[in-house]
């Protein structure tokens, strides 16, 4: 059998596969590559270098490798099948890095969990009472249990005489009216877990039931990006092979286990101990995790399979926690507004806010909600994946040497800093909205964006016909190359914003409020934590209003999240917003085009909503 | 590997197991041997006839067979291992008998059943309704689902793409507030199942959900008589092996399943459209249906695991029906009064009857009820074998060839009917009662039991120092031995017949009603159905009342649980009857042994009771 094995770290894969991609052996082997097109040979993200031999050259790889590269054996690794013995190197720039991933997330809830733990002693059976297992221990629950009500699958049923034949005091783990487990262990349903399981990354957090402490957090990269960084190549990944979409889900649930297995162990308990899991993500995430068809939120109408709120007993999808255990989803409310979006309102809390507020949560993909306790309008764009340094030159995620913030003196002086203060390799979303804006402060770009190669400044250059703003010199960065901001970056930064804004001002106008009415806006998800308002506001990411009411809101999603584990009324307050929320297509909506076209200028083609960005402007 | 031939049959089985018994090898050759102590060589029910060699003789094959048929080659099968080539010849009165089983069973109720197939078109998404699939199915259902309550397993909510893209007439087969399969097919959940779990027999109703017609009717023995004849040496066997329950529980799920596939074959449909089967058995039954530990039935105080009404996704045990389908059970009153004398309660309808009337249903069990609207006492004794011909010297169950009912004249001669008129093998109940009524009337025996055997008739032997009364003599058996009535007989008839109406008369003092009130008697099942009245009422088993007033209700089983699958209130009604029913431990009486004692004689000993039947006797 072919065997491959992976540098640095050794690891061997034997496969008799013949159809086996280095890329998938690398995903077994643990060091899953970044890839963009889901392994299709468009990104050019999952460049590896064969050492054992001069490997054939792809056409891929001809049109997506530098020669330089090529030379030194550099390939795609989703072109090459591991037919024969190979020897590969993954250059470290190459394996998908850990990023910095926001979890912190604040919730202030009365613990009243979906998850009882009712402590109980049950009267032993006499000829004086030759009373059913089941029956004793309903009466002895009594009033805890509403109207009597209980039911147990099979296998809970089935533990009763060993534990209810002799004296001893339990607990009974009950959600609804199903008991879920007769316990005596302490630690028994006392934790249930929360999970945000976003495109990019999944942030598990285990929560004590009773006091609403949260006992530990952990987090990683969704494995799926290994099938594509964004929904749509997953979707498209899904159906393009037949197993699509159970790779898709023992993905994601084989990582929420490991992040499971993390919290508990954190804290010396076991997973067995946990009987409910709430997750939230959006549509697409959601239908993958519970194995459902995605193919309808790719085409339109793009319609989910099951919006509504919707849990089942975790082992129907392999996710290990108590036997008997569930995991929850919170309800979606479209095609492109998850479950995510909508914990983000509950933490935003807007549904009881009496002004009116505005919530952008931008994550891999840009959802945003406009209204107040009397209506709440939502929409999503395909805005994201710009904020999160996708398609840019020098985009990346929020990992280390990621410019997270700079700014641009008269002078084009550039100062930045770096995440975790490491040697520069390109910028995350905060460091390109910041660089966009500075560039326009500093009239490196015009309104329009076109960068004014005309300054004749050194940090400005002309490669390929193309202009560039260096950002960072060779000398400063990993790479020993300049970090630069393109014209075409700029271009697509445009795209990204425009749609925001195009989407916000629809919202607001069909909730009838204007700017000035606007208590406040605030950013949900790591972007939005990150980002300088000022400079978001700025380049026209979101209409005009004082600073200080621009509020970065943390991982909003894990927060609802958590405040649904913690809170039973909270999950149905979750269903009123899914199903009151109006949705807003923005696709069929014909005003969109011309907000798109005039958001595509900075701050926006009709002034007469920033003035305080024009003021900022012409005195600079 | 050891090779064992049956015959006449020629079935060859092979096997590597060494412990694999005799009559291990005939159950898995399709001809289960006769049992009555689950194998463990006590009670000699399981003869065969080793052909091909000269077999070594055990001691209980020398305790339990008689030295002529050891000479022949006869020996116990559970007795004797697999380990060597064998042909072993199966007398035909060792295999186990087709009973007959009593199948009729009438019905009369308003069909409003908790399956429900309800005819549904869904509108298609588009872009201005982009709605998931779940929820316009929901819609399209509109009124006619609970308070707009909808809930789907995964599998069925993954069927929707499929389904609910097109324009299609749909039925969604729904119960309570569960979608259970989303159907194009006329037939899917149209019919529902109910079975009666006796012991010894078990019957299945196909029934029409709509109309509440009776489809098809299919019935058979259960296949755990192979360990064990009653419900305690099943228990026993349980104790004693350790996949015992396993085995008790695969055997009749087997059952089940082939008498559901008969049922549907014979009109044509799928077990794949029946969504639900209603069960009806003694708390033992039900137990071990759901596999549920049996020894709290076996043991003082005699507790059940679970007594209330109960179900499962039929999966879950391995009953074959639509994916999503149940398996319900009625609830069980007590230990020993379960769910099929509940049933018999729902058929008799005494809860709506404002006159007091006694229900007995002598299966293999005896169960009693006594009670009106107002409220009903039950119990249970185990009295039944003996009415069903077990520990007789020629008792056995109502097969070919049986004695049903005779009748002796002043002379002492005999006439009798046999079933199927085929020569006599033996007596079964109703002959029994047939046979000790008329000996009593014709002065054979005294009040208090004993055979006269001072008569000198030819009808009267004494064999071992035993009185014997010959029913059927040795030219008219098909074993050229004669039939006879033993002294122990009698004995035996007497405790049953003792155990039953003391039984009675506590329920009856506890419900404050005498003889003279009770409206009626009912007689459930197979025994109650065919023993004659008269005879019954001169052998004391019943109180007495005028004969007109005594009625056979048939399976009365077996209509309860049709009434139940037919319509939900009932299944309501059978909840509040097994509440609010008042069980009686007879154990716990202090008045039952003088009840009993009493109830020994003929008809007994307190003859005020009896002017009838004292009227009778002393007028022949």
Same mark, same amino acid.
């Given at each position: 059998?072919?065997?491959?094995?992976?540098?640095?770290?050794?690891?061997?894969?034997?496969?008799?596969?013949?159809?086996?991609?280095?890329?998938?052996?690398?995903?077994?082997?643990?060091?899953?590559?970044?890839?963009?097109?889901?392994?299709?040979?468009?990104?050019?993200?999952?460049?590896?270098?064969?050492?054992?031999?001069?490997?054939?050259?792809?056409?891929?790889?001809?049109?997506?490798?530098?020669?330089?590269?090529?030379?030194?054996?550099?390939?795609?690794?989703?072109?090459?099948?591991?037919?024969?013995?190979?020897?590969?190197?993954?250059?470290?720039?190459?394996?998908?890095?850990?990023?910095?991933?926001?979890?912190?997330?604040?919730?202030?809830?009365?613990?009243?969990?979906?998850?009882?733990?009712?402590?109980?002693?049950? *009267?032993?059976?006499?000829?004086?009472?030759?009373?059913?297992?089941?029956?004793?221990?309903?009466?002895?629950?009594?009033?805890?249990?509403?109207?009597?009500?209980?039911?147990?699958?099979?296998?809970?049923?089935?533990?009763?005489?060993?534990?209810?034949?002799?004296?001893?005091?339990?607990?009974?783990?009950?959600?609804?009216?199903?008991?879920?487990?007769?316990?005596?262990?302490?630690?028994?349903?006392?934790?249930?877990?929360?999970?945000?399981?976003?495109?990019?990354?999944?942030?598990?957090?285990?929560?004590?039931?009773?006091?609403? *402490?949260?006992?530990?957090?952990?987090?990683?990269?969704?494995?799926?990006?290994?099938?594509?960084?964004?929904?749509?190549?997953?979707?498209?990944?899904?159906?393009?092979?037949?197993?699509?979409?159970?790779?898709?889900?023992?993905?994601?649930?084989?990582?929420?286990?490991?992040?499971?297995?993390?919290?508990?162990?954190?804290?010396?308990?076991?997973?067995?101990?946990?009987?409910?899991?709430?997750?939230?993500?959006?549509?697409?995430?959601?239908?993958?995790?519970?194995?459902?068809?995605?193919?309808?939120?790719?085409?339109?109408?793009?319609?989910?399979?099951?919006?509504?709120?919707?849990?089942?007993?975790?082992?129907?999808?392999?996710?290990?926690?108590?036997?008997e255990g569930y995991v929850s989803s919170l309800p979606n409310v479209a095609g492109f507004v998850g479950a995510d979006h909508v914990a983000v309102l509950l933490a935003s809390r807007l549904w009881e806010s009496e002004d009116p507020k505005l919530v952008i949560d931008i994550g891999t993909n840009g959802e945003i909600s406009v209204g107040n306790s009397e209506g709440i309008a939502s929409t999503s764009c395909a805005a994201g994946p710009a904020f999160e340094g996708a398609n840019l030159s020098f985009g990346m995620r929020g990992t280390d040497g990621a410019i997270d913030h700079l700014s641009i003196s008269d002078e084009l002086d550039v100062s930045y800093t770096t995440i975790n203060g490491l040697k520069p390799r390109g910028l995350c979303g905060s460091g390109v909205v910041d660089a966009i804006s500075e560039m326009f402060k500093a009239g490196v770009i015009e309104r329009n964006g076109r960068i004014r190669e005309e300054l004749g400044s050194p940090r400005i250059r002309i490669v390929d016909g193309e202009s560039q703003f260096i950002v960072a010199t060779r000398d400063e960065t990993s790479m020993k190359e300049p970090i630069v901001i393109t014209q075409n970056d700029i271009v697509q930064m445009q795209y990204a914003k425009?749609?925001?804004?195009?989407?916000?001002?629809?919202?607001?106008?069909?909730?009838?409020?204007?700017?000035? *009415?606007?208590?406040?806006?605030?950013?949900?998800?790591?972007?939005?934590?990150?980002?300088?308002?000022?400079?978001?506001?700025?380049?026209?990411?979101?209409?005009?209003?004082?600073?200080?009411?621009?509020?970065?809101?943390?991982?909003?999603?894990?927060?609802?999240?958590?405040?649904?584990?913690?809170?039973?009324?909270?999950?149905?307050?979750?269903?009123?917003?899914?199903?009151?929320?109006?949705?807003?297509?923005?696709?069929?909506?014909?005003?969109?085009?011309?907000?798109?076209?005039?958001?595509?200028?900075?701050?926006?083609?009709?002034?007469?909503?920033?003035?305080?960005?024009?003021?900022?402007?012409?005195?600079?």
């Amino acid at each position: 059998m072919p065997r491959i094995r992976f540098e640095p770290t050794g690891r061997l894969i034997e496969t008799s596969n013949a159809d086996l991609s280095v890329s998938e052996a690398a995903e077994r082997a643990g060091t899953p590559l970044d890839s963009v097109c889901g392994g299709r040979g468009t990104c050019g993200r999952c460049r590896v270098v064969v050492t054992s031999e001069d490997p054939p050259i792809t056409e891929e790889d001809r049109r997506l490798i530098p020669p330089k590269d090529l030379e030194r054996g550099a390939r795609l690794a989703c072109r090459m099948k591991v037919t024969r013995d190979l020897v590969i190197e993954i250059p470290s720039e190459f394996i998908r890095a850990r990023q910095i991933i926001l979890e912190n997330s604040f919730v202030s809830v009365e613990t009243s969990p979906m998850i009882r733990r009712v402590p109980v002693k049950v *009267k032993l059976p006499s000829l004086d009472y030759p009373v059913g297992d089941f029956e004793r221990l309903r009466s002895a629950l009594g009033g805890r249990i509403n109207e009597g009500r209980l039911t147990a699958s099979l296998p809970v049923i089935s533990s009763f005489p060993k534990l209810l034949r002799s004296e001893t005091d339990l607990y009974a783990i009950l959600r609804g009216d199903e008991l879920l487990h007769l316990a005596s262990d302490m630690n028994s349903g006392k934790y249930g877990v929360a999970i945000d399981v976003g495109t990019t990354t999944v942030v598990a957090y285990l929560m004590d039931l009773d006091s609403g *402490k949260e006992m530990a957090v952990e987090s990683d990269m969704n494995p799926q990006m290994g099938h594509g960084d964004d929904v749509l190549s997953r979707m498209t990944f899904a159906m393009e092979n037949s197993n699509g979409h159970s790779l898709l889900q023992s993905s994601i649930v084989q990582c929420m286990n490991d992040l499971i297995d993390a919290c508990c162990a954190s804290i010396d308990i076991s997973r067995e101990d946990v009987f409910e899991v709430v997750v939230v993500g959006n549509t697409a995430m959601h239908h993958m995790l519970f194995g459902l068809d995605t193919i309808g939120l790719a085409l339109s109408p793009y319609v989910p399979v099951v919006s509504d709120s919707f849990e089942v007993k975790a082992r129907e999808i392999g996710v290990l926690i108590g036997d008997e255990g569930y995991v929850s989803s919170l309800p979606n409310v479209a095609g492109f507004v998850g479950a995510d979006h909508v914990a983000v309102l509950l933490a935003s809390r807007l549904w009881e806010s009496e002004d009116p507020k505005l919530v952008i949560d931008i994550g891999t993909n840009g959802e945003i909600s406009v209204g107040n306790s009397e209506g709440i309008a939502s929409t999503s764009c395909a805005a994201g994946p710009a904020f999160e340094g996708a398609n840019l030159s020098f985009g990346m995620r929020g990992t280390d040497g990621a410019i997270d913030h700079l700014s641009i003196s008269d002078e084009l002086d550039v100062s930045y800093t770096t995440i975790n203060g490491l040697k520069p390799r390109g910028l995350c979303g905060s460091g390109v909205v910041d660089a966009i804006s500075e560039m326009f402060k500093a009239g490196v770009i015009e309104r329009n964006g076109r960068i004014r190669e005309e300054l004749g400044s050194p940090r400005i250059r002309i490669v390929d016909g193309e202009s560039q703003f260096i950002v960072a010199t060779r000398d400063e960065t990993s790479m020993k190359e300049p970090i630069v901001i393109t014209q075409n970056d700029i271009v697509q930064m445009q795209y990204a914003k425009a749609a925001m804004y195009a989407g916000t001002s629809i919202l607001m106008d069909r909730m009838k409020i204007s700017s000035s *009415k606007l208590d406040a806006i605030l950013l949900a998800g790591a972007f939005g934590n990150y980002v300088r308002p000022a400079s978001a506001r700025i380049i026209g990411l979101f209409p005009e209003i004082p600073l200080d009411r621009v509020i970065g809101i943390g991982n909003a999603a894990g927060a609802g999240a958590k405040m649904a584990l913690l809170n039973e009324d909270v999950r149905k307050k979750a269903v009123e917003l899914a199903t009151s929320i109006e949705y807003v297509e923005l696709a069929a909506q014909v005003q969109f085009e011309d907000r798109f076209y005039n958001a595509l200028y900075f701050p926006n083609y009709d002034t007469s909503f920033f003035p305080q960005v024009m003021s900022e402007i012409s005195s600079t």
